[in-house]
């Protein structure tokens, strides 16, 4: 990878994604529940949307930041038809290590928060790692 300027990833940096929830974002849909809500899984994915949008712009030429960690409150239920807003701020930078602080929300309403953790790595070295035979 290569060396990353000391101020390309600084806490602060923010970003949202949002979400107007269809019957394929369900609990029922993704198997995590046999309601017809918003699922923890879309919730987790939509939250992590927004940490990579947060920090994407800055990443060094021919990097990526894959997920680690994941501590995600869901909160409050979300019936099909309305739209969440995840927000990411960067926390703090730790050498590689990018730990975000997330909210869900839905109007003033906090469906999820939480924390996530990304780290940056090689994006082609990562991937010709994972396509290794077992």
Do not use: C, I, K, Y
């Not at 949307?49 to 990526?64: D, I, W």
């Amino acid at each position: 990878m290569q060396e990353q300027p000391e101020t390309a990833l600084t806490p602060g940096l923010t970003a949202r994604v949002e979400l107007t929830v269809t019957a394929g974002d369900t609990a029922e849909a993704l198997g995590s529940g046999d309601v017809p809500v918003l699922g923890t899984p879309r919730v987790l994915a939509l939250a992590e949307a927004a940490t990579v949008a947060a920090v994407a712009p800055r990443l060094p030429e021919g990097s990526t930041s894959v997920g680690t960690r994941v501590e995600l409150d869901h909160l409050a239920a979300t019936g099909v038809g309305r739209t969440v807003v995840a927000q990411a701020r960067l926390s703090a930078v730790d050498g590689r290590r990018l730990h975000f602080e997330v909210r869900v929300s839905d109007g003033d309403d906090t469906v999820a928060e939480g924390r996530v953790e990304r780290v940056l790595v090689d994006r082609r070295r990562f991937v010709q790692r994972a396509a290794r035979p077992s």
